[in-house]
């Protein structure tokens, strides 16, 4: 796996879930990630903490952590193998992709312990500390 540049984004956030067809509230996060996903069997939210949707129910306590891109859709493997390296140091996580690049969320209590994982595997890691 080629060395990736990755940046610790600052803040909290949240992952929720909303039923099926749930209406979504507008979500203004200029700074941040947000994410609506869309199943038959639930309304997946990822967003800054403070944004959390009412009514939710709430994972909190994430850290984003972004794969500098844009990356080409002909790249493989980047989230199995940070998926892997996480894995590996006892880190659990959640995954997005966006059409730029890929998102990883580790506890908040697990960002120091992710971003050694990820330096010692040989990535470059900005922030985190």
Known sequence: MKRLAIDVQPGEYAVARLEPGAAVPGLD????????TRTPA???????A?????GARIESGWRLLTVR?????TLTGIIAALASELA??????????????DHVLVKDAELTRAVQAL?????EVAGGD
């Open 42 to 48: 639930e309304t997946s939210v990822i967003c800054p």
């Open 29 to 36: 996060a200029p700074d941040g990630l947000v994410s609506i």
């Open 69 to 73: 891109g844009p990356l080409a859709f």
């Open 119 to 123: 330096r010692a595997a040989g990535h």
């Open 50 to 54: 403070g944004l959390a949707p009412e």
């Open 88 to 101: 590996s140091a006892g880190v659990a996580l959640f995954t997005l992709s966006t059409f730029d690049t």
